[in-house]
């Protein structure tokens, strides 16, 4: 990973426009290729970034200091870098992954259990379908036949849209796999994650954590 802060400005061009005027921020450049730019606030949200597959080119000559982050569909960061205050990179090796709490670890198994859940003809091809950036709740494949990767999480927010989409990047260059689509399944699903997770093409399911245990019968209930 690397590690700059500097005075910069940011550009997006894409299917929206966007402008960062001068001021001091943290640019990280990960191991997978992603660039993100970061205030001092927001707490883990970047204020703009771009997510691999992306190529990174640094100017040289009369364009030192303009960085231009480009992905597969053509869109660009443009990062013009006024003055460097700090740049280091740094070996972080492969992460082992976040360890679920118990809720997510119970819904992925009981899901898996109950796959036809999502629909009539589904069935589990694998939990924790390991790939080279962490492993896959589930893969699956649907009444058709595609495959589905599936990732579960107890309250759905944008960090676990941005973890599906990777998986998706990854497991969509394998021919053996390809086309995979996405689903993103949460007891709870934040309004801004299942907006994204649908620019994305990610379908985005509630899971009712008590009818999957049995605790729920619907046929018994008042209301």
């Not at 970061?38 to 080119?57: E, F, G």
């Not at 994305?200 to 209930?221: E, H, K, P, Q, S």
Request: glycine share 8%; net charge negative; charged share 25%.
């Amino acid at each position: 990973m690397r590690l700059v802060i500097a005075r910069c400005t940011v550009d997006y061009v894409g299917r929206l426009t966007a402008h960062l005027p001068s001021a001091p921020r943290l640019i990280l450049v990960k191991a997978d290729g992603s660039v993100s730019i970061h205030a001092d606030d927001r707490a883990y949200k970047p204020l703009n970034w771009m997510s691999p597959p992306c190529t990174l080119r640094v100017g040289t000559g009369d364009e030192a200091g303009l960085w231009t982050v480009t992905n597969k569909a053509g869109e660009r960061l443009v990062i013009t870098v006024e003055e460097v205050l700090h740049d280091s990179s740094h070996e972080l090796g492969v992460d082992p992954g976040l360890v679920k709490d118990g809720v997510e670890a119970h819904l992925q198994a009981l899901l898996a259990e109950q796959i036809e859940t999502l629909g009539s003809g589904w069935r589990l091809v694998r939990r924790e379908f390991p790939t080279a950036i962490g492993p896959v709740d589930i893969l699956a494949r649907d009444a058709v036949g595609a495959t589905v990767a599936i990732e579960i999480k107890r309250r759905g927010e944008i960090d676990g849209v941005e973890q599906l989409t990777r998986y998706l990047e990854l497991l969509n260059r394998d021919s053996t796999l390809r086309p995979v689509r996405g689903l993103f399944a949460a007891q709870e699903i934040k309004p801004q994650a299942r907006v994204l997770a649908t620019d994305r093409g990610i379908d985005c399911v509630t899971l009712d954590y008590d009818a999957l245990r049995g605790f729920d019968d619907a046929d018994t209930r008042l209301f």
